[in-house]
């Protein structure tokens, strides 16, 4: 497929396109290229279909507590390395 922008620097995809990977996309610029990546509505539901059950009952805050929990302690074995 090829398409063009418009005067206002547009895109068209197609219905298909739309159908198969939604309407909203993240822009990764290349020196050659760019790529549009499809953002899933539920980012997080998109997450536990690519990583199977490995976040299986969790709710977004306590990932993000998880996270921050593990930010702190590789912090702090970094400055204890040094």
Do not use: C, W
Request: aromatic share 6%.
């Amino acid at each position: 497929m090829t398409t063009k922008t418009d005067e206002r620097g547009r895109l068209y995809l197609s219905k298909d396109l739309r159908a198969r990977y939604g309407e909203r996309f993240h822009v990764v610029e290349y020196q050659d290229r760019i790529e549009l990546i499809p953002v899933d509505e539920d980012p997080l539901e998109g997450l536990r279909e690519a990583v199977g059950d490995a976040f299986e009952d969790k709710s977004v805050d306590e990932l993000r507590q998880e996270a921050r929990d593990q930010a702190v302690e590789d912090a702090e074995n970094d400055v204890r390395r040094d």
